[in-house]
Nanobody, 127 residues
């Protein structure tokens, strides 16, 4: 069983940057496919970015492509999300998620792909 703990959220001005971290414990980190989702009030949880177990493949939502970078550090059991040029519409609670290394049933951008979730970290963007 994997436990995930996000950190790094906060208040940032539009155009600014944040780096979110997700520390994993209780499992074999290198065997998990990892992702970030976000959820704004009254909206469904939406995919932001994902990274394969090896770190060689990354995926991004169109809304953040070119502004976000997902990465993982196996030695630290941590996955990161660097967000640049933040916009007010990026404001959300950001969740880290872990899923099986390979999954033939669910796509990386669906919540069903992931078995474990963190508690979330709030990102607020002021205009």
């Amino acid at each position: 069983q994997v436990q995930l703990a996000e950190s790094g959220g906060g208040l940032v001005q539009a155009g600014g940057s944040l780096r979110l971290s997700c520390a994993a414990s209780g499992g074999t980190f290198s065997s998990y496919f990892m992702a970030w989702f976000r959820q704004a009030p009254g909206k469904e949880r939406e995919f932001v970015a994902a990274i394969s177990w090896s770190g060689t493949r990354t995926y991004y939502a169109d809304s953040v492509k070119g502004r976000a970078t997902i990465s993982r550090d196996t030695a630290k059991n941590t996955v990161y999300l660097q967000m640049n040029s933040l916009k007010p519409e990026d404001a959300s609670v950001y969740y880290c998620a872990a899923g099986p290394r390979d999954d033939v049933y669910y796509a990386y951008y669906t919540t069903r792909r992931y078995n474990y979730w963190g508690q979330g970290t709030q990102v607020t963007v002021s205009s």
